[in-house]
């Protein structure tokens, strides 16, 4: 994997980029937990910009070193941009880490499938997956990932998420046996 060389200067450089293009602070801000929050993190415009997608990636990379994993993935829709850059770092590093994403719900033509990204004839069975996210409120969204790629054959061997914010989330992955690695979390934004 990719050594950020300078971890803490990258995390340093994320926030700038996510305060300048993707976080919002004052008024309440229905998100999609349900729950309401001042703080709300539009993570789209930061995981679509060059700058951002490739320090996210760095990061991520750097986190599930010690993992080993073979993909990257998780739940459509904020999932796909992150494992998508995590899989083109990955390749630039010279140790490529693929990538997939599950479905909320399975397509009704074509293989009607619920995970995307993988060649015909392979499966996750036996694989490595790290689950990713881009901001982890309650956990719910990569957890259902987990549990998909889990019921296809895959080991999942963490959850990585851009921000946590600090709502509940590592609880109901240490449920669910799996560990939590945010990369960021609130506190980071607070003023």
């Known amino acids: 994997m990719p050594a950020g060389g ?3 200067g990258l995390k340093a450089r994320l926030v700038e980029i996510i305060k300048e293009r993707s976080f919002q602070s004052g008024r ?9 929050s001042t703080y709300y ?4 415009p930061t995981m679509l910009d060059a700058e951002g997608a490739h320090v996210i990636a760095t990061l991520i990379l750097d986190a599930v070193a010690g993992l080993k994993p073979d993909l990257v993935g998780g739940l459509e829709m904020g999932a796909v941009p992150i494992a998508s850059a995590v899989a083109a770092v990955s390749h630039g590093a010279g140790q490529p880490v693929g990538a997939f994403f ?16 993988l060649p015909a004839g392979e499966s996750l069975k036996g694989k490595r997956v790290v689950i ?16 998909t790629v889990r019921n296809e054959g895959a080991e999942v061997v963490g959850v990585v998420t851009v921000v946590d914010r600090l ?7 240490a449920a669910a046996g799996l560990t939590l690695t945010p990369i960021l979390t609130l506190d980071d934004f607070r003023a």
């Open 28 to 36: 309440e801000i229905k998100l999609a937990s349900g729950r309401t």
């Open 41 to 44: 993190f539009n993570m789209k």
């Open 132 to 147: 990713v996210e881009d901001v982890t409120t309650t956990g719910g969204s990569a957890v259902k990932a987990a549990e």
């Open 102 to 117: 599950v479905r909320k719900q399975a397509k009704d033509h074509g293989t009607q499938s619920l995970i995307e990204g």
């Open 167 to 173: 709502e509940g989330a590592g609880e109901a992955f």
């Open 6 to 8: 300078n971890s803490t």
